[in-house]
């Protein structure tokens, strides 16, 4: 049932330019929007005064732009200075591990799809023989720029096993968070 919903509506967009070009210019106006019509103050006074749903809200961002190339280090700084570190890390980490087990899904089906298991040897520079099941390799692929994203898609097109990638990508979305959120509290005391 998903994996049909997902072939007729990636095929949809693939195929249709107007459409891509359209969710494109909406998807650029609704940043547009957020930056300009940002209030600063008025979000403190909505995080002191509703904490539980500005936790819920700081979730559904990060796991929005976890499934985009859009970076959440700002939104992860901005939780740990009016939150506190360890809610920001908690957040931050349950959104980017709802978002990679959609991607590692998308993966899978894509990987189903296109029967990459038979096509995964013509990969150049032999990356179809890459050990992805090396939990170093799982580790260090989440710090490349477009790791967080990218890989957990290649993960799934890899078929590597489901409790593996999720601890490894725990663990490394929270040394990461951890670094930034304690990291930006810190910046901001000094401020």
Same mark, same amino acid.
């Given at each position: 049932?998903?994996?049909?919903?997902?072939?007729?509506?990636?095929?949809?967009?693939?195929n249709n330019k107007p459409l891509q070009i359209v969710l494109l210019i909406l998807f650029i106006t609704a940043i547009i929007l957020m930056m300009v019509f940002f209030d600063m103050e008025a979000a403190q006074a909505f995080i002191?005064?509703?904490?539980?749903?500005?936790?819920?809200?700081?979730?559904g961002l990060i796991f929005i732009s976890g499934l985009t190339f859009l970076p959440t280090t700002p939104l992860t700084l901005f939780l740990a200075v009016f939150l506190s570190p360890v809610e920001a890390i908690l957040i931050t980490v349950?959104?980017?591990?709802?978002? *990679?087990?959609?991607? @590692?899904?998308?993966? +899978? $089906?894509?990987?189903?799809?296109?029967?990459?298991?038979?096509?995964?040897e013509k990969l150049p520079f032999g990356l179809g023989a890459l050990p992805m099941t090396s939990p170093y390799l799982l580790m260090a692929a989440r710090l490349l720029p477009a790791g967080y994203i990218g890989f957990s898609i290649v993960c799934g097109a890899y078929q590597v096993p489901f409790g593996k990638f999720l601890?490894? *990508?725990?663990?490394? @979305?929270?040394?990461? +968070? $951890?670094?930034?959120?304690?990291?930006?509290?810190?910046l901001a005391r000094l401020f």
């Open positions: 049932m998903i994996k049909d919903f997902l072939r007729n509506n990636l095929k949809r967009i693939k002191r005064a509703y904490r539980g749903q500005a936790v819920a809200i700081g979730i349950t959104g980017h591990t709802l978002a *990679s087990f959609i991607e @590692y899904k998308i993966g +899978a $089906t894509m990987g189903d799809l296109i029967d990459f298991e038979s096509k995964k601890w490894t *990508s725990a663990l490394m @979305y929270t040394v990461n +968070a $951890t670094v930034v959120s304690f990291s930006g509290a810190g």
